[in-house]
């Protein structure tokens, strides 16, 4: 499966914006899907993901409540809708995915697939 992760740049504190991770060669249904960032200097972390068939979410503590992961099968696309975002939700967030099972969806190393990155930049 090859992904395509859009939607990213310039956004304001509080304002929202969202992601969209376009898969293409494989149908969505057959991965666990997740979201994850890396902002300057720090190591790749867990966002949020969702189970194959979108019955089961998990979120980062530091999203929970403000972040919403979310698919369409029939687009074949994954989307994260940053809510209320802060200075310091600035970062690269990728798309990735993995047929590993649901205890794994928040573990960046278990995902065999990845997108190539949006930036996503806000401002206060």
């Known amino acids: 499966v090859q992904l395509q992760a859009s939607g990213g740049g310039l956004v304001q504190a509080g304002g929202s914006v969202r992601l969209s991770c376009a898969a293409s060669?494989?149908?969505?249904?057959?991965?666990?899907m997740g979201w994850f960032r890396q902002a300057p200097g720090k190591e790749r972390e867990f966002v949020a993901a969702?189970?194959?068939?979108?019955?089961?979410?998990y979120y980062a503590d530091s999203v929970k409540g403000r972040f919403t992961i979310s698919r369409d099968a029939a687009k074949n696309t994954v989307f994260l809708q940053l809510s209320s975002p802060k200075p310091e939700d600035t970062a690269v967030y990728y798309c990735?995915?993995?047929?590993?099972?649901?205890?794994?969806?928040?573990?960046?190393?278990?995902?065999?697939?990845w997108g190539q990155g949006t930036l996503v930049t806000v401002s206060s």
């Open positions: 990735a995915a993995t047929t590993g099972p649901l205890s794994t969806l928040t573990i960046p190393g278990m995902y065999h697939y």
């Open positions: 969702i189970s194959r068939f979108g019955g089961s979410t």
């Open positions: 060669g494989r149908s969505i249904t057959t991965y666990g």
